[in-house]
């Protein structure tokens, strides 16, 4: 017989008041059937329509429900990490308001985590109903990230997480300002399962996450993760430098074999100016790696992390 533990449910909402009665529903069914204790952390992240009306209602009838109501939209990760910092749990597990992440995977995360994962990721088989332009974005962003990235970003993996207590109280120590909850949690490392699933179709509303929302996430999560951006500049000065370099030399070669120029006025100026737009880029590349220290020590992420369980620390 298993242990009967706290475990937390954390929603970001966000404009969905049809949703949350059904997903509530839903989800009472799923952790009923369950042995443990619970908690339904409901983070509402300003949203514009009757969504907390909707939660007061759920909270009426089941003293499991906690709702924290952001004073504006703070965007879902802000949302999911409110969550994490305030649950309580021997666990906790995010999960979408919008039926996306099917509920009834719920008592699988926690046996894997029974058995001993820390993280239970949910890996998002195919998005029904998804538009290819949101598909094919999602695919580069993830070859790029990993590509240029110390951290490995699992392509199609999902927020609809389980976190052991362990791994909350490390993420909790986590200060940077702008963060991606997901790639956050990948970076810490611990053990992982993976579950995959099909995700359905946004039951009601649309997806707030627009294009744009997405691409501005995509860059702010491959800066914070990765140094590369930064570096482009001084790589462009070196390629740069060294080609009108090599021109330059191979004009003056000539002239000095045949002992006529060749090359017009213009062309040799060009070639000139070239070069030294190539040291100027250069000097810019070697600026972006003293931002890219100042980048790292102002994030200020622990240099390691040990796992408490079985290491000899209080
Ligand atoms: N969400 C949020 N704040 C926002 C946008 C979304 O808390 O600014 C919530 C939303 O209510 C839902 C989840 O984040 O529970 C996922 O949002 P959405 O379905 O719009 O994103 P997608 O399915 O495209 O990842
Ligand atoms: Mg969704």
Request: proline share 3%; glycine share 6%; with cysteine.
């Amino acid at each position: 017989m298993t242990e009967k533990k706290l475990i937390s449910l954390i929603v970001p909402i966000y404009n969905e008041e049809k949703n949350i009665p059904v997903l509530y529903e839903n989800v009472k069914k799923v952790i009923d059937s369950t042995p443990h204790l619970w908690e339904m952390i409901f983070v509402n992240d300003g949203s514009r329509d009757g969504s907390v009306d909707e939660l007061k209602k759920i909270k009426e009838i089941d003293n499991r429900v906690k709702i924290f109501d952001f004073s504006r939209n703070f965007g879902k990760e802000i949302a999911t990490t409110a969550g994490i910092n305030n649950c309580r749990g021997a666990a906790c597990i995010m999960i979408d308001a919008d039926l996306q992440h099917p509920v009834e995977l719920i008592p699988e995360f926690i046996k894997k985590w029974e058995n001993g994962a820390e993280v239970v990721v949910g890996v998002r088989k195919r998005n029904k109903g998804e538009g290819l332009v949101k598909k094919m974005g999602s695919y580069v962003f993830y070859k790029i990230i990993n590509r240029i990235s110390d951290t490995e970003i699992v392509s199609q993996a999902t927020d609809f997480r389980l976190l052991d207590r362990e791994v909350i109280d490390q993420f909790n120590v986590m200060t940077e300002r702008n963060r991606m909850t997901r790639a956050l949690i990948d970076w810490m490392g611990y053990k992982r399962q993976y579950i995959n699933f099909e995700a359905n179709e946004r039951l009601h509303g649309k997806a707030s996450y627009s294009f744009w929302k997405l691409l501005q996430l995509a860059f702010n999560s491959m800066i914070s993760f990765s140094l590369f951006p930064l570096r482009i500049a001084g790589y462009l000065g070196i390629t740069i430098t060294v080609l009108s370099g090599l021109l330059g030399l191979f004009i003056f070669i000539t002239k000095y074999i045949s002992g006529i120029f060749y090359f017009s006025g213009p062309a040799i100026l060009a070639v000139v100016i070239l070069f030294l737009i190539g040291i100027v880029l250069i000097c810019l590349g070697l600026i972006a790696l003293y931002i890219a220290n100042i980048h790292n020590e102002v994030s200020n992420r622990p240099l390691y992390i040990i796992r408490k369980s079985t290491s000899n620390i209080e």
